[in-house]
């Protein structure tokens, strides 16, 4: 038990460690819900589950959710059935970790939540505005995080759409085909689902996947959409961290940045000298990598990692 919550603790202070993070917090909420699932059916007070679902999950009807309005927040990373977080997590994984090598952790994080809260805002306007969807209001609301899944996997798609998935019977196909795939079959789910939280969860996929193609669109433009969210976590962060060791952080930093540039000065004035790279300056590129993307570096950080690559 002790090492289960080692493992636990170890992928939330491990560092640009997002994806797993956001895993690890599908898990805990979906484990947390069914146990009070069952407590509430033994004891014969189903309305203790319901009241906990009515908390979490987003209503369809705008009247509930405006007295509610977190649930735009903690409706992606619930769910209660097993089927559902599996397939969740396992796309969540193999198309993250494409995002989080190609464009690095922060881009990740902003891709799940935005995909989350557009496709939350989806379904609340057309279950809101649209007469065939109004008449189908679900009872407790919609969970899951198929929305923000489906803006990481579009959002790969968009990026790399030529890279290819080894997938079992098969073989290896490139990413944007699966994209296309999965959102072609939400589109069908629409209208022919025979169940209503079936239909508006599918609203909520396409409007996760309609973010995940324009957040990486206006990325490759110039335009960063996840500094906001950024900010957002910067803000909670430094909450529950001391504004003291914050300090200490910073000047670390800077004064291992500073020592590092003097150093490479003193090699010949940049990265690219002919000495072997220091296992501080890899370990510098290594982090750049997990929070930025590999397309993050300079010419002499990629020059560095190659020349290190060659050591024997």
């Given at each position: ?77 619930t769910h209660q059935n097993p089927l ?7 796309i969540l994984y193999w198309f993250g ?216």
């Amino acid at each position: 038990m002790s090492a289960l919550l080692d493992d636990f603790k170890n992928v939330w202070t491990k560092p640009n460690n997002a994806l797993m993070q956001i895993i690890v917090l599908n898990i805990i909420v979906f484990t947390v819900i069914n146990i009070i699932y069952v407590i509430s059916v033994i004891a014969g007070e189903d309305w203790l589950f319901v009241l906990i679902a009515k908390g979490i999950f987003i209503p369809a009807a705008i009247g509930e959710y405006v007295w509610r309005p977190w649930t735009l927040i903690t409706y992606f990373f619930t769910h209660q059935n097993p089927l559902h977080i599996l397939f969740n997590m396992l796309i969540l994984y193999w198309f993250g970790m494409i995002v989080r090598d190609y464009l690095g952790n922060s881009k990740l994080i902003a891709l799940y939540a935005w995909g989350g809260i557009v496709g939350g805002v989806l379904y609340l306007i057309c279950f809101n505005t649209i007469p065939y969807f109004m008449k189908l209001t679900p009872q407790i609301g919609i969970k899951g995080a198929d929305a923000a899944v489906y803006a990481i996997v579009v959002g790969a798609a968009t990026y790399r759409p030529h890279l290819q998935i080894h997938m079992l019977f098969f073989g290896a196909i490139k990413i944007v085909y699966i994209a296309a795939v999965v959102v072609i079959l939400s589109f069908i789910g629409v209208a022919s689902y025979s169940s209503d939280a079936g239909m508006a969860t599918n609203l909520a996929e396409l409007g996760g996947a309609l973010l995940g193609y324009i957040f990486v669109r206006q990325y490759e433009k110039g335009r960063d959409w996840s500094i906001p969210i950024e900010k957002v976590l910067n803000s909670i962060r430094n909450i529950f961290r001391p504004s003291s060791s914050n300090r200490n952080r910073s000047k670390a930093y800077s004064k291992a940045s500073t020592s590092k540039g003097s150093s490479a000065k003193a090699k010949g004035g940049s990265f690219t000298s002919s000495a072997t790279p220091s296992q501080d300056e890899i370990d510098m590129i290594l982090d750049k990598i997990s929070a930025h993307g590999y397309e993050s570096l300079t010419t002499e950080e990629k020059q560095i990692l190659f020349k290190a690559s060659q050591k024997k």
